[in-house]
């Protein structure tokens, strides 16, 4: 296959879904993926990894952390999820997208071993458990010195916890998220992130609530693993955002002068943290990191559409806030930035959200709601979400393309600014167009 054929024959491909688990259209365990990897050889064998899980944060706390690996001289592969655009983003070596070529050949090869596992009634591959399989085959070719693993879905049964015991494992925040799969408690929840702490290992989690450090401890005990929660409130302090809004600084303890990111929310000193925290315990395993190299990744670190400013004229934010968690996170550094001013959002939001609650949490900051359907088989109805918003008293009108909602809010803001937010898929490609120029 070519590229344009490995993308097609990935789109034909079941995409996972609560409700295909119900069905029985696709499986949430491991024993496909397990088998795909074993007839590849077992890629992942020998590399050096971490596993990263947690309900928002996982995807800018890999980032500083392979910029600060990067800023050490070091060859990273990061596998993330999902995609802005396309989905051979989710595989990178040093901040670069894996090339065509490889990506066709890897998948041509992959699709092969799904035949014959096809043919031997063997569990059917996912689009998502591909892509995976992909990514650990190209670093093992490209002999990347250590690997960032982000989960796709909960821990215990995400495709991408068929490795063996990580070099180190990080939990970021854990909120409400994907509860049709993973439970409607944060106990049950924590369940599932808590499972990528293996054997004899070492784990680092941010600090959280009682019932979600308990559940941590117990898997912990259980297998026999060092965990340490990292309290981010007193490790990281003096906390100054630009008056430019070209980034913010902070301190962290056992790290002289103060530390700068580009990236503004709030939220981000957490995964920062996070992440600095863990390269401290990389030491520990050999690498080579010094103070300016933590620093130096810090700073070059950039997560699209994680509380992005893409325009100044208007001031134009785009954040994948796609949960609850993230929306309130959202709306904090809205609060701060912004503080008293009224909003123009567009937002594109999945049904099975809680669309209602994260509406009701950006009621104080909005002036008016535009809202979009995102392109997706769960995406909720824009005129459903805009008579919701009405309902509790946002203005709001249902727009039938993206460009639309885009010259609509532009021309409604009159100079306000204007706060784009939702599904990560969408708010991708709204990025693409408003960059661009093409909207």
């Known amino acids: 296959m070519n590229f344009l054929e490995a993308s097609k024959y990935l789109d034909n491909l079941p995409s996972?879904?609560?409700?295909?688990?119900?069905?029985?259209?696709?499986?949430?365990?491991?024993?496909?993926?397990?088998?795909?990897?074993?007839?590849?050889?077992?890629?992942?064998?020998?590399?050096?990894?971490?596993?990263?899980?947690?309900?928002?944060?996982k995807g800018s706390t890999a980032i500083y952390l392979s910029n600060i690996l990067e800023a050490g001289g070091y060859r990273i592969g990061v596998f993330s999820s999902p995609e802005l655009v396309s989905f051979d983003e989710q595989i990178k070596i040093n901040g670069?997208?894996?090339?065509?070529?490889?990506?066709?050949?890897?998948?041509?090869?992959?699709?092969?071993?799904?035949?014959?596992?096809?043919?031997?009634?063997?569990?059917?591959?996912?689009?998502?458990?591909?892509?995976?399989?992909?990514?650990?085959?190209?670093?093992?070719?490209?002999?990347?010195?250590?690997?960032?693993?982000?989960?796709?879905?909960g821990g215990t049964n995400d495709a991408t916890n068929a490795i063996g015991t990580p070099m180190l494992s990080l939990i970021t925040d854990i909120d409400f998220d994907h509860t049709a799969l993973l439970g409607n408690?944060?106990?049950?929840?924590?369940?599932?992130?808590?499972?990528?702490?293996?054997?004899?290992?070492?784990a680092l989690a941010i600090a959280g609530s009682n019932e979600v450090e308990e559940v941590l401890r117990k898997r912990a005990k259980e297998v026999d693993a060092e965990l340490e929660f990292v309290d981010i409130s007193s490790y990281c302090s003096s906390i100054k955002r630009e008056k430019n809004m070209s980034g913010q600084s902070f301190e962290v303890k056992d790290i002289d002068g103060r530390i700068y990111t580009k990236m503004l929310g709030?939220?981000?000193?957490?995964?920062?943290?996070?992440?600095?925290?863990?390269?401290?315990?990389?030491?520990?395993?050999?690498?080579?990191?010094?103070?300016?190299?933590?620093?130096?990744?810090?700073?070059?670190?950039?997560?699209p559409c994680r509380f992005e400013l893409i325009s100044k004229n208007p001031y134009i934010i785009i954040d994948g806030a796609h949960n609850l968690g993230g929306v309130k996170e959202l709306t904090k550094s809205l609060g701060s930035?912004?503080?008293?001013?009224?909003?123009?959002?567009?937002?594109?939001?999945?049904?099975?959200?809680?669309?209602?609650?994260?509406l009701k949490t950006i009621l104080p900051y909005a002036q008016f709601l535009y809202a979009v359907k995102p392109e997706s088989e769960r995406a909720l109805e824009a005129e459903k979400?805009?008579?919701?918003?009405?309902?509790?008293?946002?203005?709001?009108?249902?727009?039938?393309?993206?460009?639309?909602a885009i010259d609509s809010a532009i021309s409604k803001a009159n100079g306000k600014p204007i706060c784009i937010f939702g599904s990560l898929y969408f708010a991708g490609r709204i990025r693409e167009l408003i960059i661009s120029g093409k909207a």
């Open 385 to 404: 979400l805009a008579e919701k918003a009405l309902e509790i008293g946002i203005k709001a009108v249902a727009c039938e393309s993206y460009e639309e």
């Open 185 to 202: 408690t944060l106990r049950e929840i924590a369940g599932h992130k808590a499972g990528i702490i293996k054997s004899k290992g070492k």
């Open 266 to 303: 709030g939220y981000q000193i957490r995964n920062a943290g996070l992440a600095i925290r863990a390269s401290k315990e990389l030491v520990k395993n050999g690498f080579e990191l010094s103070d300016d190299d933590i620093k130096c990744g810090i700073s070059k670190a950039i997560n």
């Open 337 to 358: 930035i912004f503080s008293g001013e009224k909003l123009i959002f567009i937002s594109g939001i999945l049904r099975d959200k809680e669309y209602m609650k994260m």
């Open 96 to 153: 670069e997208i894996i090339p065509n070529g490889d990506t066709a050949r890897i998948i041509s090869q992959i699709k092969e071993i799904s035949l014959e596992m096809a043919k031997e009634n063997l569990p059917c591959l996912s689009k998502f458990e591909i892509i995976f399989a992909t990514a650990l085959q190209y670093f093992k070719e490209e002999k990347c010195e250590a690997v960032i693993l982000e989960c796709g879905l």
């Open 16 to 57: 996972f879904t609560a409700k295909g688990v119900r069905d029985g259209k696709i499986s949430y365990n491991l024993l496909a993926i397990r088998e795909l990897l074993k007839r590849l050889g077992n890629p992942s064998h020998g590399m050096k990894i971490v596993h990263i899980a947690g309900t928002n944060g």
